[in-house]
């Protein structure tokens, strides 16, 4: 079965808290959709608020401290993005956009980004179009169609969810699977380099 790797960017403040608990709930949603189109999901975490002294330095200073440069790294080769913010007057949080901001600004081109937030009532759902949405078409990645909000009352007396999040959450990990799977791979690693002998038959070529 062929793989790909997704990572998973929390940055909830609490813990547990309700933004990993969506985060969670999106990468289970995930895994099926991706293994219907014969792919197996590598999945890594990464919670910003084990990072937050270091975000904080390495804006000051540019360089990434701790456990940090793994982190960027780890996204870095990524095949798609499931990206979570609790949302603080109508946009995302102070550590999530800073998370963002130390990347390198082509990091993000092209890859497969399925955004979500949580909040305590519906009125910040918009916040996924007028905050999330831009950013990440700044950054040149390709989110999918459908946000997932979560507020405090969709995740009812049992904490688990259902109705139309349970909806909006297999709608969008089903966008995001298709969207991983049919992206190319970009190559890492470094370039062959030319064998003499062909650059030399080249050049006579023209000669």
């Not at 289970?28 to 270091?54: C, F, S």
């Not at 179009?129 to 999918?144: D, G, I, K, Q």
């Not at 995740?155 to 049919?182: F, K």
Request: net charge negative; no cysteine; charged share 20%.
């Amino acid at each position: 079965m062929n793989t790909r790797k997704l990572v998973v960017v929390s940055a909830g403040l609490s813990q547990p808290s309700s933004t990993r608990l969506l985060a969670d709930r999106l990468t289970e949603a995930t895994r099926p959709a991706l293994a219907a189109h014969g792919v197996e999901a590598e999945v890594e975490v990464v919670e910003l608020r084990e990072h937050a002294h270091d975000l904080a330095n390495n804006l000051l200073t540019g360089v990434p401290t701790g456990g940090l440069g793994a982190a960027i790294d780890t996204l870095a080769g990524a095949d798609g993005l499931i990206a979570v913010t609790p949302v603080f007057n109508a946009s995302y949080s102070g550590l999530f956009k800073l998370f963002f901001d130390v990347l390198d600004p082509d990091s993000l081109t092209g890859m497969p980004v399925l955004t979500a937030a949580t909040g305590g009532t519906p009125r910040h759902s918009l916040a996924l179009e007028h905050a999330l949405r831009p950013m990440f078409a700044y950054l040149r990645a390709v989110v999918v169609p459908t946000a997932v909000y979560a507020a405090s009352p969709d995740w009812g007396s049992s904490g688990t969810g259902g109705g139309e999040l349970a909806t909006r959450i297999d709608r969008a990990a089903e966008e995001l699977a298709a969207l991983m799977v049919a992206r190319v791979r970009r190559d890492t690693g470094p370039a062959e380099p030319t064998p003499f002998e062909q650059l030399l038959a080249e050049s006579q070529g023209h000669a």
